[in-house]
Each structure stands twice: as C-alpha cells, then as structure tokens.
C-alpha cells in the first residue's frame, strides 16, 4: 500500500519536540553545570521539555493508543508501553535536577551535572526512536483503520484540549522545526479553520523566531491563492 500520501498527524509537533530536544542537548553542551546560575537557566529548560513530553504522550494515550486498544490492542499497548517508559526517564531527569539544586558546591554539581546530561541523552536516543515508530508503526495501523478526514479530526480535538499558554509553547518550537512549505500549510489552516486570534497569535512567533528573509518568504506562500486543503 503506498501510503507516502496519507495524512502524518505526527509530523508537526514531533519535529517541534525534536527541535527541543536538539536545542536542549546543545544547551546541557555548552552550559558549564558546576556554576550555579548558568547551571538553572539550562535545568529550568529541562524541565519545560519534560512538561512538553509528558502531556504530548498523555495526549497521544488519550486520542490515539486508547480507542485503538477494541481493534488492535498489541499496538495499542505497546505504545502506552513506551510512554511509560519515557515517563521513567522522565522521572530520572526530574530526580537528577532537583539533584543538582541541592549540591553544595561546584565539583559536585559538575558530577551531578554530567549524570544529567547523560541521562538527557538517553532521553534524547529513546524519544527519537519512539517518535519514528509512532510515525512508521501506529500511523500503518491508524491509516489503515481510519480515514485522512478521521485522523484529521482526531488531530482537531487533541489540539483543542490543549490550554492556549501550552499550545503556543508547542507553537514556537513547531515553527522553529518545520519547513516553509509546512508552516504555510499550517498558516492557511489556521486561517480557514481556526479563530483569528490565533493566526495573530501565531504570526507573532513567527515574525520573532525566523530571520527577516524567510518571514517574507513565508507571508509571500501564505498570500497566494490558498491550496486545497
Ligand atoms: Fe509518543
């Protein structure tokens, strides 16, 4: 079955979560973790990813893994599987964070420090492993049970569920790790479907995050005739 054409429902924010997770790594890299200050500002970032992890896997359970659990319950459970998983490694984090806080001095923040960049990266190597499969894996299974139009829905109502000050930290790290094709596409659907006070919103993190040159490419895709969406 070629399936190169259906609907990713994944795509997007997964290449926001990657994106943070690359910036984070970068971060945990350049940060000295024996000093206390610029030490916290790279933890607090920790942190925001964890939250950001923990609801988009909470979010996929919910809107994805479970209504899948009646017809294809293996798939369904593996999955939930992996997101217990990912809450464990998650937890290791947290534990090595508040860790750190608490060292008395340099030379022990730094080897607390290093444990926690470690365990970042396996945060890092799990999640990018996990995300293909969901997009490999659970979408053959989604495509297969339900419609672009369903999974779109689908797609709608998770979005929905999402409080605005966290959708729009999804926002920012989805527009700084898609491609201009894609947030033109993202922009005219938000335009059609969504409040105007969101494509405002959104066009805001854009004209802030993306350099001068490419925001005008991207208003210039996003006022030609819209493409069928
Ligand atoms: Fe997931």
Request: proline share 3%.
């Amino acid at each position: 079955m070629n399936t190169t054409n259906r609907y990713n429902s994944f795509n997007q924010v997964h290449k926001g979560l990657r994106a943070y997770l690359y910036d984070t790594a970068l971060k945990l890299q350049q940060t000295d973790l024996a000093d206390a200050k610029a030490g916290e500002a790279a933890m607090q970032q920790v942190e925001e990813v964890l939250v950001l992890f923990e609801s988009h896997a909470h979010n996929e359970d919910e809107f994805f893994n479970r209504p899948l659990e009646e017809t294809s319950p293996e798939v369904a459970r593996m999955f939930e599987k992996e997101h217990e998983e990912d809450h464990r490694l998650g937890q290791v984090l947290t534990d090595l964070v508040a860790q750190w806080r608490e060292e008395p001095d340099d030379h022990a923040r730094a080897i607390t420090g290093r444990n926690l960049f470690y365990a970042f990266n396996e945060f890092i190597a799990f999640n990018l492993y996990h995300m293909n499969k969901e997009e490999i894996e659970l979408n053959a299974v989604l495509w297969k049970q339900y419609s672009d139009a369903t999974i779109k829905a689908t797609e709608q109502a998770l979005v929905q569920s999402v409080p605005p000050q966290k959708m729009m930290k999804y926002a920012k790290w989805m527009v700084r790790g898609i491609n201009n094709t894609e947030l033109i596409k993202w922009l005219q659907e938000v335009r059609v479907f969504a409040p105007a006070e969101l494509l405002t919103a959104l066009l805001s993190i854009l004209e802030h995050e993306l350099p001068t040159e490419r925001f005008d490419r991207v208003m210039r895709g996003l006022n030609k005739p819209a493409a069928v969406l």
